[in-house]
């Protein structure tokens, strides 16, 4: 897709097809769920009660107090999926704004400068990517430990390489438009260039990339989390309700089943919001 | 066409060295004190002081990297504190059972993912397409390690028709191997979709088609062999998805190849493994995509880089 057709693409946005307009608001409602957590949830999500130990959900036997049952300290399932969501979606949203701006910036400055920093550049980008980004995130919370910064700075380091590649390409291409040349000859500056003419036409697919990263960063961090390497009980968070839920597959499915539903249902709004943008903003289609 | 293998070669190295740059400073330089690090705790002085003079720890950082890529590369990883052996040993005892289940769900990848975007092609706007696209996003929202335990739940657990954890027959590969491929499987069946789609609009199948060729030969001999370029490009990309869900898959199914080794690793503080593990399944990344793109130039004559 080439970047100028993407921004003369951009005010179709209204116009997203009806799998991607589900995407969005499931994704939408789930973050509104998050968001509005302390007033959703009326139980404490993190206090044990063991009076009500492994309840189930409301309607297969539990009662409507907890609607999606209690886990193994008998703490609201419902209210820790809440807060934990809060935790995952809030962690997420930062870890791909940061990767975009050092993205942006990285891509830039590789498309602009000349050919031996644009080559180290990209160098690095492939040293990034050789890594399984699991692998690498886990060994440096081994060496960092897993506090919700370290975490997010993992997760924005696994992230920027796409941006890097994408805002290059579009650097190359527009710099060599003729609108673009006629700006350099009437002695328009490199950063008036960048911002005037650059930068505007690279949001869509920046767009695009954010929508669908969103989902990996989550997918990652409760990844994480699963395997006790990201938020650390007894602070409530997907991954780790899931983990929580493995010993009790046999008398108590719903504790690691509910968990999994909320984090795919996130991934998948945010996969067909990325899918329903990218094909409005492809003038291919 | 030789410059290209040159140059291709030249890139895949330089990548190898920031591979060493990158994992030698999260492990070396970011920790501090990485000797104490790299040793079990309560290790008595007089170790950390013989380990901090191995590694040079008391030069400027270039000498100590030297030390360290020197050390690489004569394969030696560091004593592993768990095991109480050579960290490289220990890694590649484990690389085999990986490496088997790496393939086995490479085979469901492109057995099941090309077939499912080849049919959607064919059949495309019908029921086909509709649930072999429904399989594919679904395929790349689920997250593994939550696919993992519902199969477990419902194959273990409530059928009890598949062992759930451990290694010692085929049968212990299925669920693991399906629950890693699920991802990539996705991934290769809507690109396959959408490359066949392209190519199947093109004038040499009309022509092929003209000329009375039997539709299987049309899709299978034309359409789907020129699918194959970028399909294989991804699959050499995918390499990093199976050996990072390799990490998650394996602590899920209890399979002891890498991915749990590392895990544990990092649980009982065991750096040389992953240190280890880390450069091993980059370099194999590295190496594999390397192959992929220099057997496009096999799969594709067209392809001559000049």
């Not at chain 1, 080439?2 to 179709?12: F, I, T, V």
């Given at each position: ?24 608001v ?34 297969l ?9 209690t ?18 979606l809030?962690?997420a ?7 975009a701006?050092?993205?942006?910036v990285?891509g830039l ?11 180290l550049?990209m160098?690095?980008a492939?040293?990034?990517l ?23 700075g ?21 710099r ?23 930068l ?8 695009v ?20 390497m990201?938020?650390?009980?007894p ?14 597959l046999s ?27 990218r ?7 | 066409m030789?410059a ?12 190898l ?6 994992v ?9 004190d990485?000797a ?8 008595p ?10 590694l ?12 360290f ?14 095991y ?7 890694v ?15 085979v ?24 072999s ?16 335990i519902?199969?477990?739940l ?5 059928l ?11 049968r212990?590969?299925?669920l ?6 699920a ?10 979709r959408?490359?066949m789609?392209?190519i ?5 199948i009309?022509?092929g ?31 990093g ?34 240190q280890t593990?880390?450069i ?16 496009y130039?096999v799969i ?6 000049s």
């Amino acid at each position: 897709m080439s970047a100028p057709a993407a921004a003369l693409a951009a005010p179709r946005v209204g116009r997203l097809s009806p799998p991607a307009l589900v995407g969005g608001v499931l994704l939408a409602l789930v973050v509104l769920a998050s968001v509005l957590a302390p007033l959703l949830a009326s139980s404490d999500p993190v206090k044990p009660s063991f009076s009500r130990r492994l309840a189930p959900p409301w309607g297969l036997g539990g009662t409507p107090a907890h609607v999606l049952g209690t886990d193994n300290l008998g703490r609201d399932i419902l209210a820790r999926l809440l807060h934990g969501g809060r935790l995952s979606l809030a962690l997420a949203a930062v870890s791909v704004l940061i990767a975009a701006v050092v993205g942006i910036v990285v891509g830039l400055v590789a498309g602009s400068a000349g050919e031996r920093l644009d080559g180290l550049l990209m160098r690095a980008a492939d040293v990034q990517l050789a890594f399984p980004v699991i692998m690498l995130a886990i060994a440096i919370v081994a060496v960092v430990g897993t506090s919700p910064g370290a975490l997010v700075g993992v997760l924005a380091l696994s992230g920027w390489v796409l941006y890097a590649r994408t805002v290059r390409a579009s650097v190359l291409t527009i710099r060599r438009l003729e609108y673009v040349e006629a700006a350099y000859t009437l002695g328009a500056s490199d950063l008036r260039i960048i911002a005037r003419h650059i930068l505007p036409n690279t949001i869509a697919p920046i767009l695009v990339l954010g929508s669908s990263q969103f989902a990996t960063m989550v997918l990652l961090e409760s990844g994480l989390s699963f395997l006790g390497m990201g938020i650390q009980a007894p602070r409530p968070s997907w991954g780790l309700m899931l983990a929580e839920g493995r010993d009790y597959l046999s008398n108590a499915w719903w504790l690691a089943t509910i968990p999994g539903i909320a984090i795919s249902l996130v991934v998948l709004g945010a996969n067909l919001l990325g899918d329903g943008l990218r094909d409005l903003l492809d003038p291919r289609r | 066409m030789k410059a290209y293998v040159l140059r291709r070669l030249w890139q895949s190295a330089l990548t190898l060295v920031g591979v060493s740059v990158l994992v030698f400073v999260i492990l070396r330089v970011v920790p501090g004190d990485p000797a104490k690090m790299l040793l079990p705790d309560g290790a008595p002085q007089s170790a950390v002081d013989e380990l901090n003079r191995q590694l040079g720890l008391h030069e400027p950082l270039h000498v100590q990297y030297a030390i360290f890529v020197r050390s690489v590369f004569r394969g030696d990883f560091g004593q592993s504190f768990q095991y109480r052996a050579p960290a490289l040993r220990v890694v590649v005892d484990r690389l085999g059972a990986t490496v088997q289940l790496a393939l086995a769900a490479l085979v469901i990848t492109v057995g099941v993912g090309v077939s499912l975007g080849v049919v959607a092609a064919v059949r495309r706007g019908t029921g086909y397409d509709y649930a072999s696209t429904v399989l594919a996003v679904l395929g790349q929202s689920l997250p593994n390690f939550w696919l993992g335990i519902m199969l477990i739940l419902l194959f273990g657990v409530a059928l009890r028709w598949l062992p759930t954890s451990g290694f010692e027959s085929w049968r212990h590969l299925i669920l693991p191997a399906v629950t890693l491929a699920a991802f990539p499987m996705a991934l290769v069946a809507r690109l396959t979709r959408s490359s066949m789609l392209e190519i199947l609009g093109r004038d040499f199948i009309r022509t092929g088609r003209a000329k009375g060729l039997a539709e299987r030969a049309v899709i299978l001999r034309h359409a789907l062999r020129n699918a194959a370029v970028p399909l294989l490009t991804v699959l050499g990309l995918q390499i990093g998805t199976l050996l990072g869900g390799a990490v998650i898959t394996e602590s899920v199914f209890a399979w002891p190849g890498m991915g749990k080794l590392v895990v544990d690793a990092i649980f009982f503080r065991d750096f040389p493994v992953v240190q280890t593990v880390l450069i091993l399944s980059a370099t194999i990344f590295v190496l594999i995509n390397l192959l992929v793109d220099l057997l496009y130039t096999v799969i594709d004559p067209r392809i001559r880089y000049s």
